[in-house]
């Protein structure tokens, strides 16, 4: 997706967010993040907007976290801080220079993907709080997710965040995995270490659709919506090695946790 593309489905997603919170109680719970309150579900994402913004603004990680204190109001919360983060994106080129903790892309470009994933995902918690329907995803935006938590938070996760993935990645079963989604897949790989190098997951696009030994396919939408466990296994298509799938499962609830 194009920046500008992106930056639109942003806009339209917080605008769809504003609105769930500030027409839901405060202290009613998220079903689908069932330890946050609409309230704490606001100040996560009010704070991360301003994180992001900061990381932009100095170009570096703010070395004090929180700088500030946010309103209270979860609404005018959300009003500030996404003022301060687009107002940083508008300020700069997406080939600029922020601070990420994606090491080969070091760009205001990649907070800007990164932020339109964030939000979509965070609306849909608050439209299903406040007992809202959930509005569409464009399925543009939710092809461009599905990749994003593949090669980023699996893949790239899988060799920076060692730590989440505990054990999974010591003896795992080597066989290809596929996700597939109308026109492309992805073949996923987890891999042993060896000697001092630590196992991971290789992410790739495949050439020839499905690869592997287990297949988890389904539309866009509800595929980008389960890889974030927001959807549940009915609402796409698995089949294959059920070991194979099993390990999946664990492995994409480790980086999406």
Known sequence: ????????????DFALLRAAVAGTDPSARVPSCPDWSVGELARHV???????????????????WPPGVLDP????????????????????????????WHEPDQTVGFWIRRMAQETVIHRIDAELAAGRPVS???DDLAFDGIDEVLKLFVGYGSTSWLDDFGTLLDAPDERPLS??????AWTLTAIA????QPGHVDVKDAATGFEGDALVSGDAVPLLLWLWNRGDD?????????????????????ATQ
């Open 179 to 184: 996700i597939s989604t109308s026109h492309h």
């Open 73 to 100: 109001d979860p609404v005018t919360s959300l009003d500030r801080t996404y003022a301060m983060l687009t107002g940083q994106f508008s300020a700069h080129s997406p080939a600029d220079h922020a601070a990420t």
């Open 136 to 138: 569409p995803v464009p």
């Open 193 to 196: 270490g060896k000697g001092a």
């Open 1 to 12: 997706m194009d920046f500008s593309r992106l930056l639109s489905c942003l806009d339209d």
């Open 234 to 254: 009915a609402s796409v298509r698995v089949s294959g090695d059920d070991a194979l799938l099993k390990q999946f499962h664990a492995l994409r609830t480790a």
């Open 46 to 64: 009010a704070e991360v907007y301003l994180h992001k913004a900061e990381c932009i603004r100095l170009g570096a990680f703010p070395e004090e």
